[in-house]
Nanobody, 123 residues
Framework: QVQLAESGGGLVQAGGSLRLSCAAS????????MGWYRQAPGKQRELVAS???????IYAESVKGRFTISRDNAMNTVYLQMNSLKPEDTAIYYC?????????????????WGQGTQVTVSS
């Protein structure tokens, strides 16, 4: 299976910024949507932002105007720029790809998840 490699989490003070990255194997192709989800302790996983190959993106209301999602289609990489961070943004952030083609297995893979990266915002 194609792996998703996440990086960029950490500890930051309220008002600060972090940038998350998630890269799928460059050999993969046919990726449609790439997105970021988060899960805080005791809460359900929720969508933060998602972007399709054309560049159209959607955001959760709670992050609009503060977070920006972008992607590099050639590198199969998605980014999440997080500004004006708040303590309530504290969560494990997961990268997701809805569908991709694995040329080694010659098959499509669906709903692939990264291992998660911790983001902690202190007040």
């Amino acid at each position: 299976q194609v792996q998703l490699a996440e990086s960029g989490g950490g500890l930051v003070q309220a008002g600060g910024s972090l940038r998350l990255s998630c890269a799928a194997s460059r050999s993969a192709s046919g990726i449609n949507a790439m997105g970021w989800y988060r899960q805080a302790p005791g809460k359900q996983r929720e969508l933060v932002a998602s972007i399709i190959s054309s560049g159209n993106a959607i955001y959760a209301e709670s992050v609009k105007g503060r977070f920006t999602i972008s992607r590099d289609n050639a590198m199969n990489t998605v980014y999440l720029q997080m500004n004006s961070l708040k303590p309530e943004d504290t969560a494990i952030y997961y990268c997701n790809v809805d569908v991709l083609y694995n040329p080694f297995l010659m098959e499509y893979e669906y709903d692939r998840w990264g291992q998660g990266t911790q983001v902690t915002v202190s007040s």
